[in-house]
T-cell receptor, first 107, second 115 residues
Framework: KNEVEQSPQNLTAQEGEFITINCSYS?????LHWLQQHPGGGIVSLFM???GKKKHGRLIATINIQEKHSSLHITASHPRDSAVYIC?????????FGEGTQLTVNP | KAGVTQTPRYLIKTRGQQVTLSCSPI?????VSWYQQTPGQGLQFLFE???????NKGNFPGRFSGRQFSNSRSEMNVSTLELGDSALYLC??????????????FGAGTRLSVL
């Protein structure tokens, strides 16, 4: 079993839909990262959270430490949200990544 | 503030050669991490440097090595290249903690092709 598992692997949505991407992990952690990777490879850190919920624009990240589960939500999705979304958990200073969720938002 | 700069952006090498990749972190960041991304294995941690010391290492063979200089710039080296080393190599910098409690800022990556 991988330390970090994401679902779904692929997600296609229509513009305006509410999106949820899930991440489960098997180890105790101090924080969890959500990353976004656009075609071409550039990675941007979206959130780092250790408890509760964080919101940035249309993006919301939640984490339940007891259940070892985090979700990334996108409200009112837009074609520019099309990207790969990756969750990652630290072990010391190293990060272990989920396999990523390929999101495609159609106009 | 300038972002994380990786050079070169693209590189083509042949099997058996060696390669050196460079990463300049954001000014003031002391931690630099390196990652390999391939279609089959996804993103994998290579190593992390802090204050010129390797603080953490992933599960890669000894052909992969790195170092960090006093100005926090880092280099990674791959010797005796194999076809399977073809990948996107990303570095990320953070203030102090690597991936533990700091946000990491990623460079654009170096895409290495081994022929």
């Amino acid at each position: 079993k991988n330390e970090v598992e994401q679902s779904p692997q692929n997600l296609t949505a229509q513009e305006g839909e509410f999106i949820t991407i899930n991440c489960s992990y098997s180890v105790g952690i101090s924080a969890l990262h959500w990353l976004q990777q656009h075609p071409g490879g550039g990675i941007v850190s979206l959130f780092m959270l250790s408890s509760g919920k964080k919101k940035h624009g249309r993006l919301i990240a939640t984490i339940n430490i007891q259940e070892k589960h985090s979700s990334l939500h996108i409200t009112a999705s837009h074609p520019r949200d099309s990207a790969v979304y990756i969750c990652a958990v630290p072990s010391g200073s190293r990060l272990t990544f989920g396999e990523g969720t390929q999101l495609t938002v159609n106009p | 503030k300038a972002g994380v700069t990786q050079t070169p952006r693209y590189l083509i090498k042949t099997r058996g050669q060696q390669v050196t990749l460079s990463c300049s972190p954001i000014s003031g960041h002391r931690s630099v991490s390196w990652y390999q991304q391939t279609p089959g294995q996804g993103l994998q941690f290579l190593f992390e440097y802090f204050s010129e010391t390797q603080r953490n290492k992933g599960n890669f063979p000894g052909r992969f090595s790195g170092r960090q200089f006093s100005n926090s710039r880092s280099e990674m080296n791959v010797s005796t290249l194999e076809l399977g080393d073809s990948a996107l190599y990303l570095c990320a910098s953070s203030l102090e903690s690597g991936g533990a409690e700091d946000i990491q800022y990623f460079g654009a990556g170096t895409r290495l092709s081994v022929l």
